[in-house]
C-alpha cells in the first residue's frame, strides 16, 4: 500500500519511488491518473503493468491482484493522492489479500489527514489533548448532514472532515449550528494555492463568501475540540428568561450574543419552547 503526494510531488518518499520502480504490477484507483505521476518521477510502466483497481471493482479487482500475487508478482497499489484506504479505495483489497493468506506491506506517507492536524495548533485546547476522531465526508443530503453535525456537537475531541468544492458551502452552512466552535479550513494543501486560516464556525460560510477562490479545490477541516467545560446543549434557561420578556427574534439574538450559541440552533429551540 503507497502513499502518493496530496499535491506537491516533492512529497514522495524514496521508498515509495523504489518500489513503484520495481513492482511487477501496479494497482491503481485511476490508472490514467498514475501513468502521469510515474512518469513524472522517470518511471515509465507499460499498459499492461497497470491496473484499475477503484470503488466500483473494488471487490473483483482484488482476485486479480491475489492472483498475480500468487504468481511470485510484486503489486503496489496507489489510490490517486495521499494514504490508501483512507476515504479512498483500499481497505476492500487489504482485506482479500490478508483473507487470502497474503502479507499487506504499508508504506506511509502523505496524508490529507495529518497534513492538517499539524498545523491546526489543537495543542492543550481540550481535555483530551492530541486525540482526534477522522469521520472524513459527512452525508451530501441535507437532513442527514444536519443530524450528523448535531451529534458532533457533543465529540469532545478534535474532528477531522473532508469536503469537495461543490459541497463546501452546503457543509460550512450546517457547521455554522456549532457557534464559536474554532475550525480550522485547509484547502487546496500542499499546492500552489495553498490556503489555511482557524475562524468559528457560525463566520465560516461568510469567510468563504469573502473570496470567490475560497470554493475552490479540495478541503480537509479540523473542527477544534471542545474546550474543558461541561458538554452542553443550548442554554435554555436564559433563552427562556428572554423569551418571557422580549419577542421571539431579539430573545434569539440577544441569546447568541451572550452564550455564543448559533442562532440558527437557537431559532429552532425558541420555537419549541414557545409550543409547549
Known amino acids: 500500500m503507497v502513499a502518493t503526494p496530496i499535491g506537491n510531488l516533492a512529497d514522495i518518499t524514496l521508498r515509495a519511488l523504489h518500489l513503484l520502480q520495481i513492482a511487477d504490477t501496479v494497482a491503481c484507483e485511476d490508472t490514467r491518473h498514475s501513468q502521469t505521476l510515474l512518469r513524472a518521477y522517470g518511471i515509465d510502466k507499460p499498459a499492461a503493468q497497470l491496473l484499475a483497481v477503484h470503488q466500483h471493482n473494488e471487490s473483483e479487482a ?5 492472483d498475480r500475487l500468487r504468481q511470485g508478482q510484486r503489486v503496489a497499489y496507489a489510490s490517486d493522492a495521499g494514504t490508501p484506504a483512507i476515504s479512498d479505495p483500499g481497505a476492500r483489497l487489504v482485506a482479500a489479500v490478508r483473507v487470502a493468506g497474503l502479507p499487506v506491506i504499508p508504506l506511509p506517507g502523505a496524508s490529507s489527514v495529518t497534513t492538517a492536524l499539524s498545523v491546526a495548533g489543537i495543542a492543550g485546547d481540550g481535555a483530551q489533548e492530541g486525540s482526534f476522531v477522522f469521520i472524513g465526508f459527512l452525508p451530501s443530503k441535507s437532513s442527514e448532514r444536519a443530524t450528523a453535525v448535531e451529534a458532533l456537537r457533543l465529540e469532545t475531541r ?3 472532515l473532508l469536503e469537495a468544492p461543490h ?12 457557534g464559536s466552535r474554532t475550525v480550522t479550513v485547509g484547502r487546496e494543501l500542499t499546492k500552489q494555492f495553498e490556503e489555511i486560516a482557524s475562524v468559528s464556525a457560525e463566520d465560516l460560510p461568510a469567510w468563504l463568501q469573502a473570496d470567490a477562490n475560497r470554493v475552490r479545490g479540495e478541503f480537509v477541516l479540523v473542527l477544534h475540540p471542545i474546550r474543558d467545560q461541561a458538554v452542553t446543549g443550548p442554554d435554555d434557561r436564559v433563552l427562556k428568561l428572554l423569551l ?6 431579539t430573545a434569539v439574538k440577544l441569546c447568541a450574543e451572550i452564550t455564543g450559541e448559533a442562532r440558527n440552533t437557537l431559532y429552532e429551540l425558541a420555537l419549541s419552547l414557545k409550543k409547549s
Not at 459541497?167 to 456549532?178: Q, Y
Not at 418571557?244 to 427574534?249: D, G, Q, S, V
Open 167 to 178: 459541497r463546501i458551502e452546503a457543509l460550512a452552512g450546517a457547521l455554522a449550528a456549532l
Open 158 to 160: 478534535s474532528v477531522v
Open 244 to 249: 418571557a420578556e422580549l419577542p421571539l427574534k
Open 62 to 66: 482484488a482476485q486479480t491482484v491475489i
